[in-house]
């Protein structure tokens, strides 16, 4: 079972650079979390955008679609910025016949205390169970793409109904 | 949704006393885990036992299958020592109607590299998207009990078919 | 013999705030990092600025240098920004009979890989060994105020001659 | 300023084998800890022992002591288990015209929660510092050879008078 993963940038893969005081998008921490989790799986990771979610524009978004429609693989787990991850997934959620998990972090992989591990370990284990469709794994829990938001005041991913 | 996590002790929950030069079952390290996870979940944790896995007696595994058979509670992640962890999933099989998965690691929870993170992660993924069922997470797979084996020399679990 | 952490901000207390995508200044990481490190020493911690050390204007350094002036512990360890902790120890450098070890990071201490932990460990040990005056523990070293430079290209601290 | 570090087993190298279920001592975490702590100095790390120090025998403590009066090296961090530092410590202060600072920890460096980073960094600090003679980095003090003990009670070191 091939799982493709997909990285756009995010929170999760924050990195912060003293010579510059910049904190910005690093290097995909999926390998290392992967690797970290004992993970025997066939996988690979292909690298999309590295942005803040928030700057990820509609035409990123066709992009992002486009690859995943006339791409071979079946099962993909796209790491992405919490603010805009449901957009995203609603707009994957018009391609057929494939299992797409969207996940991320509020705190980035590379700090002590983060969320980013226990979620990729979630997207793993839901790609492999679900149904084809688009899917969130945040928050400790697996949401259906359109049946999901982001409570910015309480910092976590909600079920809308 | 509603998630009992049951705890028998384990590698993953391993702790080291300097003062005796002792390595032991220390406090169970699932709250913690879903605490860093940010997971917004409904769920309780109770000890069951704080037992290498190799310790673990038939008895034991019976006791276990009749706590779960008179519960409540109709989802369980259970951890456990990864030695005879498929041995107790086979016992679980023959309880009819709940979800249960079980978890653990080959790397202690309280160590900086560790997969414990991981496989609670995707422990809780598998326990609320599977079908009623006995389940193993991890070595980054969700597998079947009946379908599933550690190979001790790999380190690591494999599906027997 | 008592020793008095007074702390400035910079790097070492970064801390990202996914709400806004920023990263500031939090809470000081000195007393979380004396614990872990099992520091059986009489101290306490004063919070004076949460500044990026390239905030810190003369006026700062006044503050500062009038504060421990005027203060009566004898040993100072001031966790500061690097950009101008080798500025600050020149300020400092004119009390006298007082013994001020600067230090901080080039990653922040919430961060998996930090140098904030072996650096604070520096500048105890160092308080407790040197004689009067002031000193910046970074880089695996011992620097005098006067004699050390910030490498901006290299990312460390040299001795000047 | 050359520092060489020798290595002899105890706690802060201390690997869990899952295989085995033993825990035992590993690679040195020296060069490790030098390297998050961006420790730009020059150094190397020689291993002599790999034991718990109550294994270490008499023999073994004349063999360090012969290794060091017979090396070229000035100042040297040697790890050690902490239940018999203070015994190597005055076998070791012998030796004139050298700095030996011993240190170790009371958790292992491979645990998310450790005094090793710290106590490293201490005595990083020390043998750079103090004078020549022998002493202990840990509990957050520096102490002197012949003038403390390890309070096994309360799990820490104290000057004895």
Chains 1, 2, 3, 4 share one sequence.
Do not use: C, W
């Not at 787990?77 to 707009?91: K, L, Y």
């Amino acid at each position: 079972m091939f799982i493709r993963f997909l990285t756009t940038g995010g929170t999760i893969d924050k990195i912060y650079f003293d010579q510059t005081s910049q904190f910005e998008v690093g290097e995909s921490q999926v390998n290392h979390i992967l690797t970290e989790g004992l993970a025997n799986i066939d996988y690979d990771v292909l690298s999309m955008f590295r942005k803040d979610s928030l700057d990820l524009t509609d035409e990123d978004r066709q992009k992002l679609k486009e690859f995943i429609e006339n791409d071979d693989a079946e099962r993909y787990v796209i790491s992405h910025g919490t603010d805009t991850m449901v957009e995203t997934a609603e707009v994957l959620a018009a391609i057929p016949g494939k299992t797409m998990v969207l996940t991320g972090a509020l705190s980035p992989a590379r700090f002590k205390t983060t969320d980013a591990v226990f979620n990729v370990g979630m997207a793993v284990a839901a790609v492999q169970t679900v149904n084809p469709g688009v899917y969130l794994a945040i928050s400790g829990q697996i949401f259906e793409a359109g049946n999901v938001r982001k409570n910015r005041d309480a910092n976590r991913f909600e079920r809308i109904s």
